[in-house]
């Protein structure tokens, strides 16, 4: 049984430790080694503390059988780029061991639950443009490419952008 909860503060170290897997996992050949090899987990714990402590971010753990196995983190728009959609889904982490077990599409789920009960008539994500797996899997979730802003001469620079309807 998947289970999402809100993070708390003494939750930000295992969030950091869980991006640095899951770049380990997926990024390795597009982001830089030295950024994965030599990743910043007092950074990276400062950087999620911020976002469980900022009043329009909403970060949240997943567990499977009581095992750490992602997060993922969304807040409402209130820039003007932004107003298009009411909703960005900032990141979704999962550990490869936990994934094809339907949590990213549980996830999704939860995220136009949430918007539902807003009124909210859409939301938007980004990826990385090499993240093929998770091109397809966005695409499968009903999320149609609006944007891909890529040939950076960094790979991790490179994003696609998906919208979805609620």
Known sequence: MNIFRPAVLADARILALLRRTVWDETYRGVYPDDLIDQFDFDFHTD????????????????EVRGEKAGYFTFSE???????RYELHLNSLYV????????????VISFI????TERNFK??????????KEAIKF????????FHEDS????????????????
């Open 138 to 145: 966005y695409t499968r979730m009903g999320g149609r490419l």
């Open 47 to 62: 950087k999620v503390a911020k976002e469980i402590n900022h009043p329009d971010h909403y970060v949240y753990i997943i």
């Open 77 to 83: 728009s209130h820039t003007p780029d932004e107003n």
């Open 95 to 106: 550990l490869s061991r936990y994934q094809r077990m339907g949590i990213g599409r549980t």
């Open 122 to 131: 859409s939301f938007y994500n980004s990826c990385n443009t090499h993240n």
């Open 151 to 166: 040939g950076h001469k960094e790979k991790i620079e490179d994003q696609s952008y998906f919208e979805y309807d609620i």
């Open 112 to 115: 136009r639950q949430y918007c």
